[in-house]
């Protein structure tokens, strides 16, 4: 079974997507995530009438984990939460060892202009808050159209 995706007629007609078709085949390469520790991400809603743009929430479950232990990096548009226990130097012995105490790192893929805007611990989650974050240069403008009678009209203004 192939399980490989051929982007070559999308090269044909289009011009400077090489960033999306790379995030494209990465996605579609057979790799497993590792499934610990669990996460959420969640579409935030924003205030009716505001143009806030789009924000969202990444919860990870890092139950035992002090905020020392845990790290959050943003670099290239990937957001890297990693966690590092302490060596556990104590002598314990376990009847049953069901709490997961290993390190990990969990990376996730940041669109263009998504920024992160804080971080919460709390009861064993780690809330990242994210938003999008528009460019007045790369947000929409409505051209006005001169004509004879209204010279005095602005020609470029912002659209609401």
């Known amino acids: ?3 490989a995706i051929d982007f070559s007629p999308l090269y044909r007609s289009a011009v400077g997507f090489d960033r999306l078709v790379n995030l494209l085949d990465s996605a579609a390469r057979t790799e497993t995530a590792p499934g610990w ?3 959420n991400i969640e579409r935030l809603p924003t205030a009716e009438g505001e ?3 789009d924000s969202y929430r990444i919860e990870v479950a890092v139950a035992g984990f002090r905020p020392d232990q845990l790290n959050i990096e943003v670099k290239e548009n990937v957001l890297t939460v ?3 226990k302490d060596d556990d130097t104590t002598t314990r012995t376990f009847l049953h060892r069901g709490l ?5 790192e969990r990376r996730f893929q940041l669109a263009d202009h998504i920024k992160v805007t804080e971080a919460d611990l709390a009861n064993g989650l780690l809330s990242i808050t994210l938003k999008l974050e528009v460019p007045e240069a790369k947000k929409p403008k409505t051209i006005a159209i001169k004509t004879a009678s209204n010279d005095s009209a602005p020609v470029l203004t912002a659209a609401e």
């Open 1 to 3: 079974m192939r399980t």
């Open 37 to 39: 520790p669990p996460y």
């Open 51 to 53: 143009d806030q743009g």
């Open 82 to 84: 990693t966690g590092k």
């Open 100 to 104: 997961a105490e290993r390190s990990f």
